[in-house]
């Protein structure tokens, strides 16, 4: 059986009516870098005749043979900053003996490689690759993961941390 609660409107109008000012110092002293978390999921082919990337939820190889090199979208939220990625970790599930690579890259806005960052694993299951900050950037430039999946290796889950202004 579902149960259901009501907020007295009363209520939602007294939290409605806090002090902004307070309240958003407080969310910028929490939270003071703009984050990103992405599934394994967004991360595509580099090449459109490979049939073996199974995006659902985390992405996956399903191949039993070959590795599959895919990149992963970084969506870039604070676009004027050049204070670059401050932290950065690619989580990924490797079977035994393999070993998956991936490589965190910065380009600026003519899209010029400008700095980056490859870790690999070979150790098998649940893993992370924490990527070095990339403590420059170039306004307006954007960022790019490449990662080469061993068979039957999993891309779970990434984080991002931009730098603030």
Known sequence: MKRWFVIPAAAIAAFLATDATNASAAADT???YPYSSYGGSTCTPQYAAVTTWLRSGWGY?????SSTTVSCPVT???PDSS??????????SNPSGATTTCTLMEFDVANNLIQSS???????G???LYFDALTTSPTW???SIVCTVPPH???????IAEGFM
Do not use: C, P, W
């Open 83 to 92: 204070k670059g990625i401050t932290f950065s970790v690619m989580y990924v």
């Open 61 to 65: 190889n399903t191949s039993a043979t």
């Open 126 to 128: 649940f893993q992370a």
């Open 76 to 78: 870039r939220r604070n």
């Open 141 to 143: 430039g954007n960022y």
């Open 153 to 159: 290796g999993f891309l779970n889950d990434y984080f």
């Open 30 to 32: 929490e939270y003071s």
């Open 118 to 124: 490859t870790k690999s694993v070979s150790y098998a």
